[in-house]
């Protein structure tokens, strides 16, 4: 990067913390803290929700997603509106009504002290270790790319997330996730512009479509049933559906966001904004992907994107790797002649150019063979540096600067929500509700930024000790696949088996969540059914319990 993209970066982000902490830095009690005192608005619900989720991994797995596997992946976020509807028609009103800090808190009031309990362990186990890989997931890629320190860059983010966090609270969060958001949409919509400019000009739509619809990137929709497939329209609709609703109904993250509404008209006119802007927002993401693959179609692309392996590779003594670049580079330049035709007949050899792609990929693999026999701890995988390797080598000087502020904004931006979360469900569910002794006001105030820091320095140490995954994206979604259907369960049949009491539910959680981690680690199976399985395990067994070991005795 030139000293222009670093002063770019480095005013965005300044800007954004200062600017974050100076119109926040007024708090005087926890409901200011922790609920903002019920002053935001619905477009600032809208945005933060969406600037919550949308996490550094977001812009930087999703379009190595799409250049990989295509666009399968939108099906995951099929089932949000309708959670939407779900969670603005149930949950939003008794939240409200209750005027609680966390969604934990009314698990209490439905059954016990233990269910409550459960449900704020279970959120700060998968909640703690989310918190570590949005910091983990740019530090590590931009440590790489830029040859910084990756240590270095978790606690530079991490830091600037605790400072406005801390001072703040929650408003602190809204506030800067506005500005987090426009800082990104106005970088994503500079790389497509940027990327339509770099296309031959008698590359038409059509042409363009034509061709990705070849190379299997717009496989939009899969109407199979294969339960082993990550990401099928039924899985969206179903496993998607609940871990949205575990997501956005249970998780303090997401809930905190919008429990601070100014009233549930509020809450519900920003909660149907994230539902109708989302996907489009993802679809949008991964179409980038895919016009980045037919950039590199066009222009020559490394035989992997990760730095690391392209310097391995040049060290290495090792002749067989010289042959297989050789090829590599006969392999694209056969399919330049092809795409140049293509251009200018209209016509696409479709046979041909599969063909290719497949010895592409045989080479590549015969590398990356090569590469574990001889050094096992050399990261091959290389989706989640598609994007960032696009930006750093193709965009103009100061763009650059902004596209990595954009990354490191999304990185802010989760993890400021994410250790607001665990500072208000650690103080609220744990310490308060434990403490014996009655405290002012002011103490758990104090006590609010004390966990907010705490849960800052554990998110640091977790990004330090991380490792990368087959897809970061995958990573973060699997984790809380894991722990999303139990809580979910929980709270399904809090609203809608009002007979079922605290032993069934806290019991049936337990066991269901065990079950999971079983399912997990010994059946192949997509990911998203964890969370369907999760939360009908947890009722179906509550059910039964309730009806059998807890049953209460008729009276005489």
Known sequence: MEIIDWAVLITTLLIIVFYGSYKTRKNSNIKSFLKANNSTGWFTIGLSVMATQASAITFLSTPGQAYNDGMGFIQFYFGLPLAMIIICMF?????????????????????????????????????????????????????????IDIKILNLI?????????????????????????????????????????????NFTVDKFLNYSRVSNKLNI?????????????????????????????????????????????????????????????????????VMVFIFYEFNSAPVNFNPQVVNYIKASDNKNYDIFLDEFSIIQDKKKDVLDNYILSSILEKNKIIKIQNEEKKIKNKIYREIENENPNIEILDKDYVFLHYILNNLPKGIIGLLIAVIICAAMSSTASEINALAATTTIDLYKRNHKKIKSEYHYLIASKFFTLIWGLIAI??????????????????????????????????????????????????????????????????????????????????????????????NQ
């Open 91 to 147: 949950f939003v009103p008794i939240y409200h009504k209750l005027k609680v800090y966390t969604a934990y808190e009314f698990l209490e009031k439905r059954f016990d002290k233990k269910t409550r309990i459960l449900g704020a362990i279970l959120f700060l186990i998968q909640r703690g270790l989310a918190a570590g890989i949005t910091i983990f997931a740019p530090s590590i890629i931009l440590s790489t790319l830029l040859n």
């Open 157 to 201: 983010i991490g830091f600037l997330v605790i400072i406005y966090t801390i001072t703040g609270g929650t408003k602190a969060v809204n506030v800067t996730q506005k500005q987090q958001m426009f800082v990104i949409f106005l970088g994503l919509f500079f790389v497509f512009f940027l990327l339509i400019g770099s296309y031959p000009e």
């Open 221 to 289: 929709l899969d109407f199979s049933f294969d339960y082993e497939s990550r990401y099928t329209f039924w899985s969206g609709i179903t496993g998607g559906l609940f871990l949205a609703l575990s997501y956005f109904g249970t998780d303090q993250s997401q809930v905190q966001r919008y429990i601070s509404g100014k009233s549930i008209k509020e809450i519900r006119q920003g909660l149907i904004f994230n539902g109708i802007f989302k996907i489009p927002m993802q679809f949008f993401i991964l179409l980038l992907g």
């Open 461 to 554: 140490s977790f990004a330090s000790f991380g490792t990368l995954f087959e897809n970061l994206i995958q990573l973060v979604n699997i984790i809380g696949s894991i722990f999303y259907g139990t809580v979910l369960g929980i709270f399904l049949v809090a609203f809608f088996f009002k007979k079922i009491g605290g032993n069934s539910i806290f019991y049936a959680a337990c066991i269901s969540q065990a079950v999971i981690f079983l399912i997990y680690f010994n059946v192949d199976i997509g990911y998203l059914w964890l969370n369907f399985i999760g939360a009908i395990n947890t009722i179906i067994l509550s059910i039964l319990f309730h009806q059998t070991l807890f049953r209460k005795p008729i």
